[in-house]
C-alpha cells in the first residue's frame, strides 16, 4: 500500500509563490505516476498537473500552463508543484494521487489514480 502526504501549502498574496511536495512510501516502486489535482469549494477535483514515473511526459492544465511547473526526484520518492504567479481562483485544496505504473505516461484523470493524499490548502488572496 502506497502511502502519500502532501506538504507546502499556505496563504500567499496574488502574484506570490508555493511549492507543493508529494511524498511517497510504502510501496514496491521508486517511481509512480503522479498527478496533482485541485478542488475548490462545491467544484470537482481537477487535474492542475500530471507526471509520468520517468518524467519525460507531463501534462498542464491549460490554466496554470506557463505558472506551475511540476518535476519529480525519484532518489526522494517525491513530486513536486512548484506554483508562481498565483491567482484568486488558483485556491484549492491540492491533492497528489499515484498510481502503479505502466505505460510511461502523464494520467489524468482521477478514476486512474489508486492512491491519494489527503490534500493540502492552498489560499491565494487578492
Known amino acids: 500500500q502506497v502511502q502519500l502526504v502532501e506538504s507546502g501549502g499556505g496563504l500567499v498574496q496574488a502574484g506570490g509563490s508555493l511549492r507543493l511536495s508529494c511524498a511517497a512510501s510504502?510501496?514496491?516502486?521508486?517511481?509512480?505516476?503522479t498527478g496533482w489535482f485541485r478542488q475548490a469549494p462545491g467544484k470537482e477535483r481537477d487535474v492542475a498537473a500530471a507526471i509520468s514515473w520517468s518524467g519525460s511526459n507531463i501534462y498542464y492544465a491549460d490554466s496554470v500552463k506557463g505558472r506551475f511547473t511540476i518535476s519529480r526526484d525519484n532518489a526522494k520518492n517525491t513530486v513536486y508543484l512548484q506554483m508562481n504567479s498565483l491567482k484568486p481562483e488558483d485556491t484549492a485544496v491540492y491533492y497528489c494521487?499515484?498510481?502503479?505504473?505502466?505505460?510511461?505516461?502523464?494520467?489524468?484523470?482521477?478514476?486512474?489514480?489508486?492512491?491519494w493524499g489527503q490534500g493540502t490548502q492552498v489560499t491565494v488572496s487578492s
Open positions: 510504502g510501496g514496491t516502486s521508486s517511481s509512480y505516476p
Open positions: 494521487a499515484a498510481t502503479t505504473p505502466r505505460r510511461d505516461r502523464a494520467i489524468i484523470r482521477t478514476d486512474e489514480y489508486d492512491y
